[in-house]
């Protein structure tokens, strides 16, 4: 048992056996390592995507809020506007009443004008005819008969 190459394959089986020891020791140190370092990247991992979802979550309930204050905005916008056009309407309404009330009134006195007018007339006809009479010397009984023949006709000349 004292050749060489048993001395030499048994120290190599003790070198490869130390060898075997630290580098296993070093080795199974980098997979920890390594598998702490992957463990770390998947919380951090799962910690982002909670962070992302929440944020999601936020942003949803924030869409779903400003959709509805834009419905009740709208909503508003619409009673505003059917308000707006009520009112409107009832100011058109009143507007055309007050034109009619002042076109009636014009009315009524432009009526009273041409009856003033035309009583005027008839007065003025009438001192003309009274004048023509009293100058080609009418007698008396003639001169009455056309006075009340003129104070009869009066109510058909005014109207």
Same mark, same amino acid.
Request: glycine residues 2%; without cysteine.
């Given at each position: 048992?004292?050749?060489p190459?048993? #001395?030499?394959?048994?120290?190599?089986?003790?070198?490869?056996?130390l060898? #075997?020891?630290?580098?296993?020791?070093?080795?199974?140190g980098?997979?920890?390592?390594? /598998?702490?370092?992957?463990?770390?990247?998947?919380?951090?991992?799962?910690r982002?995507?909670?962070?992302?979802q929440?944020?999601l979550?936020?942003?949803?309930?924030?869409?779903?809020?400003?959709?509805?204050?834009?419905?009740?905005?709208?909503?508003?916008?619409?009673?505003?506007?059917?308000?707006?056009?009520? !009112?409107?309407?009832?100011?058109?309404?009143?507007?055309?009443?007050?034109?009619?009330?002042?076109?009636? /009134?014009?009315?009524? !006195?432009?009526?009273?004008?041409?009856?003033?007018?035309?009583?005027?007339? /008839?007065?003025d006809?009438?001192?003309?005819?009274?004048?023509?009479?009293l100058? /080609?010397?009418?007698?008396?009984? !003639?001169?009455?008969?056309?006075?009340? !023949?003129?104070?009869?006709?009066?109510?058909?000349?005014?109207?």
């Amino acid at each position: 048992m004292h050749q060489p190459e048993f #001395w030499v394959a048994v120290s190599f089986v003790i070198f490869v056996a130390l060898v #075997w020891k630290k580098a296993a020791a070093a080795i199974g140190g980098l997979l920890d390592a390594r /598998t702490e370092k992957i463990r770390a990247e998947l919380d951090e991992a799962e910690r982002l995507h909670r962070d992302a979802q929440e944020l999601l979550n936020s942003y949803q309930r924030r869409q779903a809020d400003a959709l509805k204050e834009a419905e009740a905005v709208l909503a508003h916008a619409r009673e505003e506007a059917e308000r707006l056009r009520s !009112q409107a309407a009832a100011e058109l309404e009143a507007s055309l009443k007050r034109r009619e009330a002042q076109a009636m /009134t014009r009315i009524a !006195q432009a009526e009273a004008a041409a009856v003033a007018e035309v009583r005027d007339l /008839t007065v003025d006809v009438a001192v003309a005819a009274g004048r023509r009479l009293l100058e /080609t010397g009418l007698q008396p009984a !003639q001169a009455d008969k056309l006075i009340e !023949q003129s104070i009869a006709d009066l109510p058909r000349h005014l109207h």
